[in-house]
């Protein structure tokens, strides 16, 4: 197993009730792991947790050898080899996109840099666009910018937050089929959050039904909604709100 996940519990300041309780959850390396709630189960507090953004009350995270977190040890959030992509993909605005994907490189040779930038480029297919601002590009470009500029310094784990939300229908669907092709492509291990049942059952390995904030299913998108069509039958599905949670 390349990730695990194990009795992790969490509780915001001041709230009623836990927020995560004993959640765990091993991940094959190159896995996509998408995790699916209603608004307010969870799902960007886990991404939180284990990108480092919060401390868990117990439990612990590992990543490959590594302790991401656990009672006695706490790895800061940009020594975690974790990237992460926002449902708003959070670009600076005054950068062209190959500053943008430049950004995380810093520790990097000039060289390595120029080199690593076309490579994600052309990984996105966005090769002719490099000197654009994010204001000159569609909704899907510019997420496929904030998809290189995480993929760019090679994390270990890429973490998405609704990464759809902001697309039209149409657009969501070929962008789910070229995520998918892309994720596999690299063999990075992902996991995507979402609260629509139709970007799970078309990207995930497995999927884990989150419901305030505990583990309500966890299986293959036919284990979970019980269908046994093909992935590519599976991306033509629109995309409807999560019904079944
Ligand atoms: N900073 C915070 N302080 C206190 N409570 C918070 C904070 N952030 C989130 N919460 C609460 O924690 C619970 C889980 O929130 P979270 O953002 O993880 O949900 P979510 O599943 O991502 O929802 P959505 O689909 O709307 O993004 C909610 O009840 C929310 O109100
Ligand atoms: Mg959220």
Same mark, same amino acid.
């Given at each position: 197993?390349?990730?695990?996940?194990?009795?992790?519990?969490? &509780?915001?300041?001041?709230?009623?009730?836990?927020?995560?309780?004993?959640?765990?959850?091993?991940?094959?390396?190159?896995?996509?792991? !998408?995790?699916?709630?209603?608004?307010?189960?969870?799902?960007?507090?886990?991404?939180?947790?284990?990108?480092?953004?919060?401390?868990?009350?117990?439990?612990?995270?590992?990543?490959?050898?590594?302790?991401?977190? !656990?009672?006695?040890?706490?790895?800061?959030?940009?020594?975690?080899?974790?990237?992460?992509?926002?449902?708003?993909?959070?670009?600076?605005?005054?950068?062209?996109?190959?500053?943008?994907?430049?950004?995380?490189?810093?520790?990097?040779?000039?060289?390595?840099?120029?080199?690593?930038? $076309?490579?994600?480029?052309? $990984?996105? &297919?966005?090769?002719?666009?490099?000197?654009?601002?994010?204001?000159?590009?569609?909704?899907?470009?510019?997420?496929?910018?904030?998809?290189?500029?995480?993929?760019?310094?090679?994390?270990?784990?890429? $973490?998405?937050?609704?990464?759809?939300?902001?697309?039209?229908?149409?657009?969501?669907?070929?962008?789910?089929?070229?995520?998918?092709?892309?994720?596999?492509?690299?063999?990075?291990?992902?996991?995507?959050?979402?609260?629509?049942?139709?970007?799970?059952?078309?990207?995930?390995?497995?999927?884990?039904?989150?419901?305030?904030?505990?583990?309500?299913?966890?299986?293959?998108?036919?284990?979970?909604?019980?269908?046994?069509?093909?992935?590519?039958?599976?991306?033509?599905?629109?995309?409807?709100?999560? !019904?079944?949670?």
């Amino acid at each position: 197993m390349f990730i695990h996940i194990r009795n992790l519990a969490f &509780n915001y300041q001041g709230a009623d009730e836990q927020t995560i309780k004993d959640f765990n959850l091993t991940i094959d390396q190159g896995e996509i792991i !998408s995790i699916l709630g209603e608004s307010g189960s969870g799902k960007s507090t886990i991404l939180r947790l284990i990108a480092g953004l919060e401390m868990p009350t117990s439990g612990n995270i590992m990543v490959g050898d590594h302790c991401m977190c !656990s009672n006695s040890t706490f790895t800061q959030p940009e020594k975690r080899g974790v990237g992460m992509v926002f449902q708003d993909y959070a670009l600076f605005p005054h950068m062209t996109v190959e500053e943008n994907i430049k950004f995380g490189l810093q520790k990097w040779s000039r060289k390595e840099k120029k080199q690593r930038v $076309l490579e994600v480029l052309e $990984l996105v &297919n966005l090769q002719d666009y490099r000197k654009r601002y994010p204001f000159e590009l569609s909704g899907g470009q510019q997420q496929r910018v904030a998809l290189a500029r995480a993929l760019a310094p090679k994390p270990k784990l890429l $973490l998405f937050d609704e990464p759809f939300s902001n697309l039209d229908a149409d657009l969501q669907i070929r962008i789910r089929e070229e995520l998918r092709r892309i994720l596999k492509s690299t063999g990075v291990t992902s996991i995507f959050v979402t609260h629509d049942q139709d970007d799970s059952q078309a990207l995930a390995d497995r999927i884990v039904v989150l419901r305030s904030g505990e583990i309500a299913d966890l299986g293959t998108p036919n284990e979970i909604f019980g269908t046994d069509c093909s992935f590519s039958e599976r991306l033509a599905v629109k995309p409807r709100v999560l !019904s079944r949670v």
